[in-house]
Each structure stands twice: as structure tokens, then as C-alpha cells.
């Protein structure tokens, strides 16, 4: 079973601001709804964390993931999955300076369940883990940065 989904916010906060916290991975458990963890493996030259440990609440259960950062910054940011518990999972934040200190952000994600996992997900339970693993991203980081 497949999910994917997207989400946009319109912040406050010029773009380097905003790509600060995108970039900054490993505080992303302390704002992202369902990540309990992540843990970096390997850094680039700037410090940035390039393959980490994740571990998310999928509702059903806890899974696990390595997964890889390509940073485009101060614009995109993606992600892809190496291995884990989900057959597949890649995600991006994109970011547009719209001037007047004001950044949109784009949130996209789209994960592959896998056959196990896909079982167990049925019903209202689809739309909370979408929700959870999209839809609320961009707002979460938007009040993140506002403080709202």
C-alpha cells in the first residue's frame, strides 16, 4: 500500500531562517508529529547529518528506517530511504523566498507500506498516518518558526 501526500505553509521568517530549521534534521523529533527519533550515522563536510536512523509512530506500530539527505539549500531538501521496515520511502521539503520575509514551504512525502505493514493499515487508519506523515508538516513547521 502506498501513501503520499503534500503539504504548504506560508511563513513568516525569511528563507535562511527557514532553511535553518529544515536543514538542522536531528531537532526535527523535537516538532514533527510521529518522529520519536532520529539519529545521525554519517555527516558531511558542514556538519549536516547525510544518512541517519529514524524511528517513526506509524499507529499500528513503531518502524524503523535509514535514510539518506541530498541538502540543496537554501531551497530543497530530499530524502530517501536505504533500508527498513517500510518498502520504500522518499520525501523534500522545498522552499520559495517570496519576499518581504516571507517563505512558502512545500512538504511532500510518498512511502510504500510494503505487503506486511499494508495488511494492517485499513480504514480511518489510512487517513490519520497520511495526515500525520504530510498533512501537518508544513503547519508544524510554520509554528515552529513563529512560535505560534
Known amino acids: 500500500m502506498s501513501l503520499s501526500g503534500t503539504s504548504t505553509a506560508e511563513i513568516h521568517a525569511p ?21 520519536n527519533a532520529l539519529r545521525a550515522l554519517e555527516r558531511d563536510n558542514d556538519g549536516r547529518t547525510i544518512r541517519a536512523e529514524t524511528e517513526t509512530d506509524a499507529k ?5 528506517s535509514i535514510v539518506n539527505f541530498t541538502y ?12 527498513g521496515d517500510l518498502k520504500s520511502v522518499q520525501g ?5 523566498d517570496l519576499g518581504g520575509e516571507r517563505t512558502r514551504v ?6 510504500d507500506l510494503g505487503r506486511k505493514l499494508g495488511m494492517l493499515v485499513r480504514g480511518p487508519v489510512v487517513d490519520v498516518l497520511r495526515h ?17
Open 15 to 35: 528563507l535562511e531562517t527557514v532553511w535553518a530549521l529544515v536543514q538542522d534534521v536531528e531537532s526535527a523529533p523535537d516538532w514533527q508529529g510521529g518522529l
Open 60 to 64: 499500528i506500530r513503531s518502524v524503523k
Open 72 to 83: 540543496a539549500g537554501p531551497q530543497r531538501l530530499t530524502w530517501i530511504q536505504e533500508k
Open 92 to 96: 523534500s521539503w522545498e522552499l520559495e
Open 106 to 111: 512545500t512538504y511532500s512525502i510518498e512511502v
Open 132 to 148: 500525520m506523515l504530510a498533512g501537518a508538516r508544513a503547519g508544524e513547521l510554520k509554528k515552529r518558526i513563529e512560535g505560534e
